[in-house]
């Protein structure tokens, strides 16, 4: 059983029979009062989202989802195609049920995908991953203090704030955790 | 490798950090408030239902240098002021650290009224101007700021009316999810006169024993500091104590050991007040940062 303390982003719980994940998560106390855990989150089977707020004291049941090494191939109009690396069984999951995590899929990346007896319902990405920079505004002349980023967008649609010094075309690593810029990735 | 881009990100944010502190030292210095450090390692803290303090060794971290400091109200200082670490187990989120720094101010003969003042001349002296824009909302600091009672917020705000949310234990969730998203934003707003069951260290007003003393300062409507007319009655203040100690181990919470001292030196205590304010995120607001986490060198994530 996890408890409140155990809340955080991208924890997956069993709630009235199936299993959700935690997209949004942020902990408040009002003055001297009680803690509050105030979750948003995703029903893994109907992709519903919703709101709910915790008060300490409470628990919860872990979802145990089966977990399956897989090989991200390709978008297409049915969506996003996994491949088992063993069976070479292939299995979609939509933009819907992925969320943001969509944003980290690179082509031929392993990943795990989580199962729900024999359906696939997410996936469990890396710490980090390597994205290219498809877009970001070159670096303005002058501005040399350190420290300073502008927004850039990678490969995959996603955008962040990465160090000014980063140009179009660099391979840059991400946390997927935090979705933050780590590092340039040398190439 | 490249440098810990998280880090050099921060440097500015972090130069501005250390010029507000400074600012504020040189506020309290310049009205005559003597800065006092005291251990951040203590054997007791105010028992507390909600806030859980770090065991080290027999003692604990302190979750508030309140006791200290009043102890030395009790023998007779006048003006204090402190800027230390804090410690409250379990609190993390985007607008709170398990570890943070605290600013605490404390005046002998003076009440919460008093405390409000200072406030308000704290901020007009750390800004440039009179106003200052968080979250794209500019927020207007001339003096003097609302003042709203907690029982006018409720009525206003709340879906069940403040009795109903005390005999149903919801206060603390009305006062979270009602109330504090729906106070001011172009006004810094003090939310005063607490329930007297929420305020275990306030005086409560001499003509209503139900309402302490107590108020909350909201800033862009996040809560920056807590602060009340000091309750000076040992008898009472032993009371209190009690009703909440009793109350968490009831809820199977750490038993706290008594404050001993405090309580015996209590009885020196003449009329004060007291507040503690979060500088963490008093910084959020002067540099304008939607999250703790990048107004401090390291979270503990990053450690």
Redesign the interface.
């Known amino acids: 059983m996890y408890s409140c303390?155990d809340l955080k982003k991208g924890l997956k719980l069993l709630i009235d029979g199936d299993p959700h994940v935690i997209v949004q998560y942020?902990?408040?106390?009002?003055?001297?009062?009680?803690?509050?855990y105030k979750c948003k989150l995703r029903n893994m089977i109907t992709g519903a989202l919703f709101d709910r707020?915790y008060?300490?004291?409470e628990s919860f049941s872990p979802a145990s989802l089966e977990e399956r090494d897989m090989q991200y191939l390709y978008q297409d109009d049915s969506g996003y195609v996994f491949m088992d690396k063993k069976s070479y069984e292939q299995v979609i999951l939509t933009e819907e049920t992925l969320g943001d995590d969509k944003y980290f899929l690179v082509d031929n990346m392993d990943v795990e995908i989580l199962m729900y007896g024999e359906r696939a319902i997410g996936i469990s990405l890396p710490i980090f991953v390597n994205l290219r920079v498809s877009q970001s505004d070159p670096w303005v002349k002058g501005d040399t203090?350190?420290?300073?980023?502008k927004p850039a967008t990678v490969e995959t649609g996603y955008t962040l704030?990465v160090?000014s010094f980063v140009d179009e075309g660099t391979l840059i690593q991400i946390d997927t955790r935090t979705g933050?810029?780590?590092?340039?990735v040398k190439e | 490798m490249e440098p810990n881009w998280q880090l050099v990100r921060k440097l500015s944010t972090l130069k501005k950090r250390a010029r507000i502190i400074q600012q504020i030292r040189a506020f309290f210095i310049a009205h005559d408030f003597l800065e006092i450090e005291t251990p951040h390692r203590i054997p007791a803290n105010a028992p507390e239902l909600n806030i859980e303090a770090i065991p080290t060794d027999d003692w604990f971290l302190q979750t508030s240098p309140e006791l200290c400091m009043k102890r030395l109200l009790a023998a007779g200082y006048d003006r204090l002021f402190q800027i230390c670490r804090c410690w409250r187990s379990g609190e993390r989120g985007t607008r709170h650290l398990p570890e943070y720094s605290m600013l605490e101010w404390y005046h002998r003969h003076h009440d919460y009224h008093r405390l409000m003042d200072d406030c308000e001349a704290l901020f007009l002296d750390i800004s440039s101007g009179d106003q200052l824009t968080w979250h794209n909302n500019i927020i207007d600091l001339t003096p003097p700021w609302p003042r709203i009672t907690v029982s006018e917020a409720f009525a206003q705000f709340s879906s069940i009316t403040l009795e109903t949310a005390l005999v149903t234990n919801e206060f603390d969730t009305i006062m979270a999810l009602e109330i504090e998203p729906n106070l001011p934003i172009d006004r810094p707003t003090f939310l005063i006169e607490y329930p007297a069951q929420h305020a275990s260290l306030a005086r409560t007003k001499p003509s209503d024993p139900l309402i302490a003393e107590r108020f909350e300062l909201y800033v862009g409507g996040m809560e920056i500091a807590n602060a009340f007319s000091e309750l000076t009655d040992p008898a009472e203040q032993q009371l209190r104590f009690n009703q909440e100690e009793t109350q968490r181990r009831e809820a199977g919470k750490t038993p706290y050991p008594p404050a001993v001292a405090f309580l015996k030196e209590l009885d020196t205590l003449d009329p004060s007040c007291g507040i503690a304010l979060g500088v963490d995120r008093l910084i959020m607001l002067f540099c304008d940062k939607d999250v703790i986490d990048d107004v401090v060198s390291f979270t503990p994530e990053e450690l």
């Open positions: 303390s942020d902990f408040t106390k009002p003055g001297k009062g009680q803690a509050l707020t008060r300490s004291g203090a350190a420290g300073n980023n704030q160090p933050n810029y780590v590092t340039r």
